[in-house]
Structure formats: structure tokens, C-alpha cells
């Protein structure tokens, strides 16, 4: 069994900053792209930024120069260092990954719980 467990949300100030990490833990063989989503009160879950195998990465426009993903792949893990935070970033972020959990089985999407980012004075 799959699992993603995410941490490192909590309450900020505009302007500041958060981090938040994503670990992807079980029965792994190979872990695809690594995603960060993020859902606010009233809005459909969006995508923040995804992060692939070989480390590249691209974001939404919403975020680009502000939010920055890295990853461990030995650790199966995935970073998203937020910086210049606004109310507006104030969501659930959940992280998604596509896994493959055996050799030539099949990939399988997988989604974390969910973590609070309040930005707000």
C-alpha cells in the first residue's frame, strides 16, 4: 500500500514564508511526477507545480518566482519552499504523485491528505 504524507503547513504572514514536504512511502518500485495542488473555499482544486523524475519542474503562473519544488528521489520525497506569500496562496495543498509499484506494473495516481496554508495578518 501507497501512502503520501505531507507536512509543514500552518499560518504565515504576507510576505512571508512556508515550506511544506511530501514523502511518498509503501511498496514503491519508481515514482513519476511529483505534484503539489492546491484547493481554497469555493474554488476547484488547482495545480501549484509539478516536479518529474529528473528534477525538472514548471508552475503556475500564479506561483512562478515565488514557489520553488525540489526533490529527493532516494527519499522519495518532494519540497515546495513558498516564499512572498499572499492571502490569496491561503488553500489546501495536497500532493499527488504517479507511482509504480512493481516493475512493468501499471502506475497508479495517489493523493495525500491535505495540509492548511493560512496566509493572513
Known amino acids: 500500500q501507497v501512502q503520501l504524507v505531507e507536512s509543514g503547513g500552518g499560518l504565515v504572514q504576507p510576505g512571508g514564508s512556508l515550506s511544506l514536504s511530501c514523502t511518498a512511502s509503501?511498496?514503491?518500485?519508481?515514482?513519476?511526477?511529483m505534484d503539489w495542488y492546491r484547493q481554497s473555499a469555493g474554488k476547484q482544486r488547482e495545480l501549484v507545480g509539478t516536479?518529474?523524475?529528473?528534477?525538472?519542474?514548471n508552475y503556475a503562473d500564479s506561483v512562478k518566482g515565488r514557489f520553488a519544488l525540489s526533490r529527493d528521489n532516494d527519499k522519495n520525497t518532494i519540497y515546495l519552499q513558498m516564499n512572498s506569500l499572499k492571502p490569496e496562496d491561503t488553500a489546501v495543498y495536497y500532493c499527488h504523485a504517479g507511482i509504480q509499484t512493481r516493475s512493468w506494473g501499471p502506475w497508479r495516481e495517489y493523493w495525500g491528505q491535505g495540509t492548511q496554508v493560512t496566509v493572513s495578518l
Open positions: 516536479i518529474y523524475a529528473d528534477s525538472r519542474s
Open positions: 509503501g511498496s514503491i518500485f519508481h515514482v513519476a511526477q
